[in-house]
């Protein structure tokens, strides 16, 4: 840098003024800043212990380099190939993680790796390793794939310390592959992977976890809703909507009047029930239609709360001339979970 400085004083004479040196100095100390960076990724100084404690750290954009250029030289290998590797890594740190999986009565009949179903589920999870790196440098789009993922595995028995189990798996995968050229700097990188991976899933199971009390619930209702919480809702809602807006209108207005009973006085349909069962009237099935209509409105607009917002409070106004409540409020969402 100091040589740079003399040349160009040399060769721009009276014209490198102290504003051209400045500008130069701004230049040398943007090239010198990253190639130090770069060049310390490649310090072959760092023990497992050292790896294991720089985790946890962000991941840099050449270690993002490091992991999309050894993964495009593991891949090579065939995805089947790398899959079935790395279930032999989990079965030999983990044996008892085999009885997780569909394809486990295969090793009934002999080599389970030989399993069509084992190497099926081994490509999948390998282009899910690969969709991972692609996505590195946008955590953004990764993350909530990622937390999907998560939530469907939660349902597979899938707990966190199984996270260590393929995360290790993964790198021995990774040196056989790539031999001599996994080097400590590369495998800094990739835990710096599998850790945004593996924190990012069990942060999103945490969720399901069947721990939360009916108190502790209602003392974190007033919290933030997460992305995580969002996918649950848009999730259930879909498979709770599948049964038919009239039919889950009708489950909605049953429940609401065996809490209150008096609120069908709020309604217009409220004299049908002098004909008989009211469930059956032809209004209150229309009124729960757009009910349950709006609900889902609601669930659609969640990712965008600016939008949604104005939308409920025209709402509310609406129905202040109906003669509801702020209590009323306590009653239909008691309603709504039991629906």
């Known amino acids: 840098g100091s040589a740079l400085m003399m040349t160009l004083r040399d060769g721009l004479g009276e014209a490198f003024t102290p504003e051209v040196k400045l500008a130069w100095s701004k230049v040398w100390n943007i090239v010198a800043t990253t190639m130090v960076s770069a060049m310390s990724v490649c310090a072959p100084s760092l023990t497992d212990d050292e790896i294991q404690a720089k985790a946890t750290e962000p991941l840099t ?66 282009t899910t390793v690969g969709a991972a790196v692609g996505g590195l440098r946008n955590l953004d789009a990764l993350v909530p794939v990622l937390e999907a993922l998560a939530l469907r595995h939660v349902s597979y028995g899938v707990q966190p310390p199984h996270f260590e189990v393929v995360g290790s798996a993964l790198m021995m995968t990774l040196r056989d592959g790539l031999g001599e050229a996994f080097t400590p700097e590369v495998k800094l990188a990739w835990s710096k992977v599998w ?35 969002v996918h649950l809702v848009e999730e259930t809602w879909s498979k709770a909507a599948s049964l038919g807006t009239e039919t889950v209108g009708v489950l909605l207005f049953q429940h609401i009047f065996t809490l209150a009973p008096e609120a069908l006085q709020l309604f217009s349909f409220k004299s049908d029930a002098q004909a008989g069962n009211i ?20 669930v659609g607009g969640l990712r965008n709360l600016d939008a949604l917002v104005p939308v409920l409070e025209a709402l509310a106004l609406r129905h202040v001339s109906y003669g509801v409540q702020p209590p009323h409020f306590e009653v239909v969402g008691s309603a709504l979970m039991m629906t």
């Open 61 to 126: 954009n050449v270690e993002v380099h490091l992991v999309e250029e050894t993964w495009s030289k593991a891949a090579s290998l065939g995805t089947e190939t790398v899959g079935v590797l790395l279930f032999q890594h989990i079965f030999t740190l983990a044996p008892e993680a085999l009885q997780l999986f569909s394809f486990k009565s295969d090793a009934q009949a002999g080599n389970i790796y030989e399993s069509a179903r084992l190497k099926s589920h081994g490509v999948k999870v390998v």
């Open 195 to 229: 850790n945004i991976v593996a924190t990012t899933m069990v942060s999103a199971m945490s969720v399901c976890a069947p721990s939360l009390t009916d108190d502790e619930i209602q003392a974190k209702a007033t919290e933030p809703l997460t992305n995580v919480e």
């Open 279 to 298: 469930y059956e009237s032809a209004r209150l099935k229309s009124h729960g239609v757009k009910v349950v209509t709006t609900v889902g409105a609601a």
